[in-house]
């Protein structure tokens, strides 16, 4: 099977991913957004205070996420979790991360309306459908605390 390490170095490897939160009513809404992933399994990505995102997450902070949906590498990756908007201290090690990554970044911090979320995962699914059998892998947060 896929290591927690092999999992990481695939969430590192993509900057974007589609991230689905719950509406006022419940239903579900998705966006695609630029992600940076810390060693530590945090997802960690920008948005502004007006976006639908943003007030979904704000009121439910419950959050799925996907990876990876290209056809010719057949691997995927599901995860759900956890957003919060980090404190000063965390922002500090969060966004020179995202920022080696994204340096457009640099210049939106400057935005009113500018914020920013992490999301802590509790379970994620590595699936790798490029084999005659499909591979499937599942972490709980448990297991991906071994990694730290």
């Not at 945090?42 to 995102?53: A, G, H, P, W």
């Not at 419950?62 to 010719?72: C, E, H, K, N, P």
Request: glycine fraction near 6%; proline fraction near 7%; charged fraction near 25%.
């Amino acid at each position: 099977g896929m290591s927690p390490a092999e999992i990481l170095a695939f969430l590192q490897r993509h900057p974007l991913a589609v991230e689905a939160s719950s509406g006022p009513a419940g239903a579900p809404q998705a966006a695609v957004v630029g992600v940076v992933v810390s060693d530590t399994f945090e997802v960690f990505f920008d948005t502004l205070s007006n976006s639908r995102k943003c007030s979904n997450l704000r009121r439910d902070p419950r959050i799925a996420l996907v990876f990876g949906w290209d056809a010719d590498t057949g691997c995927t990756l599901q995860l759900e979790g956890t957003a919060d908007e980090p404190g000063e201290a965390e922002l500090q090690r969060l966004k020179p991360l995202y920022f080696t990554r994204f340096p457009d970044g640099v210049e939106r911090q400057a935005w009113p309306l500018i914020t920013y979320f992490r999301v802590r995962p509790s379970w994620l699914r590595f699936s790798d459908f490029s084999g005659a059998e499909p591979r499937i892998v599942e972490f709980s947060a448990r297991a991906l605390a071994q990694v730290r």
